[in-house]
């Protein structure tokens, strides 16, 4: 059992312990019920608990492998579930991109951003729909950047690697799409700046064109100007464990 944004689950258990208790009680008891991780909505009003809805949460590649074997090793879901929900994972699938140093020095950070999915974007600035969709057709990968982003930015986000919002937060529509399309995403970025007249962003000190590269680092919430050096690694031990997973199905 997994809770985000950990700093408001800290206040909640240090300001109301007894509801605190009662929320992660009531949190297994969904994912035992449902088999599998739940998104759950609740409030707490004059001190007591009210659990308001919940559904299956959306979860990256390598997110929905270690959830269904967890719960298979917990006895929650059994083998042939766990590989109906890990079918077609495979080991690229479960990449991890990462920014690292170039000769020895680390890039300069030109902003920061809360991660709303993680990875390493690195593309071309596209302030709208129609330069994504035409640079992505060129064969080029584009980062779009927006103020916002809304259900109309839908095409503009399936054509790009990375979305940087303005504003925003992580339970945000832009955030939701970005991490259901696999998509690195970075919202309410306080240092950015979007002049559409100009086609121009601006990253603190620093101004950048529409078409210019830029690196968006969604595992650390960071924004750097150019392409950033990046190296991508593989989760092993998950891939072992997914690995006889699937040779147990083959030997049944």
Known sequence: ?????????????????????????????????????????????????????????????????????????????????????????????????CVVATGGAAPTPLGRAATASS???????????????????AGVAVVVVRRDADTGDITALESATGLLTQRGART?????????????????????????ASRTIQLGDTTLHEGELITLDGNEGVVYAGAARVEVDYPEELLARLDLLRQRERRA
């Open 1 to 97: 059992m997994v809770f985000g944004n950990a700093g408001g689950h800290d206040e909640l258990a240090a300001v109301l312990p007894e509801v605190w208790h009662e929320l992660a009680e009531a949190a297994q008891q969904l994912e035992h019920a449902f088999g599998d991780m739940q998104d759950f909505e609740f409030t707490v009003q004059d001190g007591r608990l009210f659990m308001l809805q919940t559904r299956s949460g959306k979860r990256t590649p390598q997110a929905a492998v270690r959830i269904a074997l967890d719960m298979l090793d917990e006895g929650l879901i059994g083998n042939r579930l766990a590989l109906e929900r890990t079918a077609g994972i495979d080991r690229e699938s479960l990449a991890h991109s």
């Open 119 to 137: 990875g390493v974007a690195v593309g071309e600035i596209a302030l709208d729909e129609r330069c994504a969709v035409a640079r992505r057709e």
């Open 172 to 196: 945000s529509h832009a955030a939701v799409v970005a991490r259901q399309l696999c998509k690195v995403c970075l919202v309410g970025c306080s240092e950015l700046q979007i002049d559409e």
